[in-house]
Each structure stands twice: as structure tokens, then as C-alpha cells.
């Protein structure tokens, strides 16, 4: 069964980047659809981007539209999410998660039924 770990998170200046990983096992990821989701403090768990099992179709929610870029890596089994010219609003935990498909004209993703949320990275964008 397909397992997922989030990793890359850190401490950085509004303004920065970082790279979060996610890193999968037990499957390919080229059979699933994933999702990058985020919790902020107090705040519901939210949708961030999302790719198709294909990798063909990507979208975002859209305070992080031209700031966010998800890709992936099928010889890594790793899918990626490029975050640029962060904001303290970005501050949140950050999880990635199979879901049940991604379309450029829905949003937002859904978790698929199989399989639980990770421990997340904890990202923190503060001066």
C-alpha cells in the first residue's frame, strides 16, 4: 500500500523559498493522483495543488497561484512542491496525500478514502 513522507519544511524569512518533499513507498506514484495540503494553526486543513496520476494536469488554490509549483520525480518516486516568495500566511504544517483526482477545473482535492495523513512538515515563514 502506498505510503507517503513529507519532508523539507523550515524556518524562513517572508520572501524565501523552500522545496517540500514527499516520498512514497510500498507503490508507484505513477498510479496515483497527489495532493499537497496545509494546516495553519486554528484553521481547518486546506487544499494547496494537486497532480494527476499522469502528470498532466496540475492545479492550486488561489493564494499560492504563480508562487507554487508541484512537480514530480518518477525515478525518485518523489513528488515536489516548489514554494517561492513566501508569506507568513504560508506558516502551517504540510502534508501530501494520494487523493481522488485532480482536475484543472475543480477544486479542491480530496483525500482519497485509503490510507492516513502523515506527520507533515511544519513549514514557518517569519522575520
Known amino acids: 500500500q502506498l505510503q507517503l513522507v513529507e519532508s523539507g519544511g523550515g524556518l524562513v524569512q517572508p520572501g524565501g523559498s523552500l522545496r517540500l518533499s514527499c516520498a512514497a513507498s510500498g507503490s508507484t506514484l505513477v498510479n496515483y493522483a497527489i495532493g499537497w495540503f496545509r494546516q495553519a494553526p486554528g484553521k481547518e486543513r486546506e487544499g494547496v495543488s494537486c497532480?494527476?496520476?499522469?502528470?498532466?494536469?496540475?492545479n492550486y488554490a488561489d493564494p499560492v497561484k504563480g508562487r507554487f509549483t508541484i512537480s514530480r520525480n518518477t525515478s525518485k518516486n518523489t513528488v515536489y512542491l516548489q514554494m517561492n516568495s513566501l508569506k507568513p500566511e504560508d506558516t502551517a504544517i504540510y502534508y501530501c496525500?494520494?487523493?481522488?483526482?485532480?482536475?484543472?477545473?475543480?477544486?479542491?482535492?480530496?483525500?482519497?478514502?485509503?490510507?492516513?495523513w502523515g506527520q507533515g512538515t511544519q513549514v514557518t515563514v517569519s522575520s
Open positions: 497532480m494527476s496520476s499522469v502528470g498532466d494536469i496540475t
Open positions: 496525500a494520494a487523493i481522488n483526482y485532480c482536475l484543472g477545473y475543480r477544486w479542491p482535492p480530496v483525500k482519497a478514502d485509503f490510507g492516513s
